[in-house]
């Protein structure tokens, strides 16, 4: 779960544990993460139908991980990108943060606000595992180092919901720039680039329907 959990971190501020991003953003970026994680780990693959792509699922044997086994389990056949995320979004980002919380990554803060409980939040605890990501996305994004398969998945992830500026402190349309360039490019075969590509569209589309949902 390399890819969810580093996104998870990302997304976190270290110091209070808020969220960087929206709360219909956050939810459909890990839940494109475990996606993207099934392909890049071949549990599934995607495949271009006449009228969709779809995300074909062939081999839903335990993983070991329960975030990955949770989506195998829940996904149905065939689904595209898009209603694969939609069908997770509510679902990974707990157990999730609960392995982070686990491994020592970060702590879980309750919340209460005039006696109401509100969602907790999830400062760092050891941010060595973060430091190092964003030491790796700085190299890529910043310095202009080819990106890794796994830094390639995180840069479309963070460029789907618009993060990358609050990862990197650097000027916002330059990160954008190379983001774009990262997320459309041909790092690890054709395959694993349309895998991402289509991924990083899924997750800005879910992200954006359901911010207008959430204003209406």
Same mark, same amino acid.
């Given at each position: 779960?390399?890819?969810?959990?580093?996104?998870?971190? @990302?997304?976190?501020? /270290?110091? +209070?544990?808020?969220?960087?991003?929206?709360?219909?953003?956050?939810?459909?970026?890990?839940?494109?993460?475990?996606?993207?994680? !099934?392909?890049?780990?071949?549990?599934?693959?995607?495949?271009?139908?006449?009228?969709? +792509?779809?995300?074909?699922?062939?081999?839903?044997?335990?993983?070991?991980?329960?975030?990955?086994?949770?989506? !195998?389990?829940? !996904?149905?056949?065939?689904? +595209?990108?898009?209603?694969?995320?939609?069908? #997770?979004?509510?679902?990974?980002?707990?157990? @999730? @943060?609960?392995?982070?919380?686990?491994?020592?990554?970060?702590?879980?803060?309750?919340?209460?606000?005039?006696?109401?409980?509100?969602?907790?939040?999830? /400062?760092?605890?050891?941010?060595?595992?973060?430091?190092?990501?964003?030491?790796? @996305?700085?190299?890529? !994004?910043?310095?202009? =180092?080819? /990106?890794?398969?796994?830094?390639?998945?995180?840069?479309? #992830?963070?460029?789907?919901?618009?993060?990358?500026?609050?990862?990197?402190?650097?000027?916002?349309?330059?990160?954008?720039?190379?983001?774009?360039?990262?997320?459309?490019?041909?790092?690890?075969?054709?395959?694993?680039?349309?895998?991402?590509?289509?991924?990083? =569209?899924?997750?800005?589309?879910?992200?954006?329907?359901?911010?207008? =949902?959430?204003?209406?």
């Amino acid at each position: 779960m390399r890819t969810a959990e580093d996104l998870a971190l @990302l997304l976190h501020d /270290p110091d +209070t544990g808020a969220p960087l991003v929206d709360s219909t953003s956050l939810p459909r970026a890990l839940a494109g993460a475990v996606v993207l994680q !099934l392909v890049l780990d071949d549990r599934a693959r995607l495949e271009e139908r006449r009228w969709r +792509t779809v995300m074909v699922i062939g081999d839903r044997s335990a993983t070991g991980d329960h975030v990955l086994d949770l989506a !195998l389990e829940r !996904l149905p056949a065939e689904p +595209t990108p898009k209603a694969a995320i939609e069908k #997770l979004q509510s679902r990974v980002r707990d157990p @999730l @943060l609960a392995g982070l919380v686990h491994d020592g990554s970060v702590r879980r803060e309750e919340r209460t606000v005039l006696g109401m409980a509100r969602s907790p939040r999830y /400062p760092a605890a050891d941010r060595r595992r973060r430091d190092a990501v964003v030491a790796r @996305l700085r190299s890529v !994004l910043v310095d202009g =180092a080819a /990106p890794s398969t796994d830094d390639a998945a995180l840069v479309a #992830l963070l460029r789907a919901v618009r993060a990358e500026h609050k990862v990197l402190d650097a000027p916002k349309r330059a990160l954008r720039d190379r983001s774009k360039v990262i997320a459309e490019g041909e790092w690890a075969g054709e395959a694993v680039r349309r895998a991402i590509a289509d991924v990083h =569209a899924a997750v800005a589309a879910a992200a954006s329907a359901g911010a207008v =949902a959430a204003s209406t």
